[in-house]
């Protein structure tokens, strides 16, 4: 598991962000993969209508979900990311910013 996974509230280092990065290209590509095989599984359950096709409709469909719900984790842990550097940034300029 990614190290910024493991603590969320640690500030960012460079390799953090290609970390980030990282984990959220191989979740996309999962998704992609995932959404392909659950569109084969219901069209197999389209045209069979078994109990087993409906599983793994269902199956694929949480898979999806499982993986939709980590890349929600890293765009949110992304944006904490980037509020905090611009409330550096603009500290470092002599504005105030609102935490």
């Not at 219901?42 to 269902?58: H, Q, T």
């Not at 939709?68 to 890293?74: A, D, F, S, T």
Request: with cysteine; net charge positive.
């Amino acid at each position: 598991m990614a190290s910024w996974v493991k603590d969320k509230n640690s500030l960012s280092r460079s390799g953090d962000m290609d970390e980030l990065a990282n984990t959220i290209n191989e979740q996309s590509s999962e998704q992609r993969k995932t959404v392909n095989t659950f569109n084969k599984a219901m069209n197999n359950f389209a045209s069979e209508r078994s109990l087993e096709s409906c599983l793994e409709a269902l199956n694929a469909s949480m898979q999806i979900a499982n993986i939709r719900g980590k890349l929600v984790e890293c765009y949110e842990y992304y944006a904490r990311l980037l509020e905090r550097e611009i409330v550096r940034l603009k500290r470092t300029d002599g504005t105030h910013a609102k935490p």
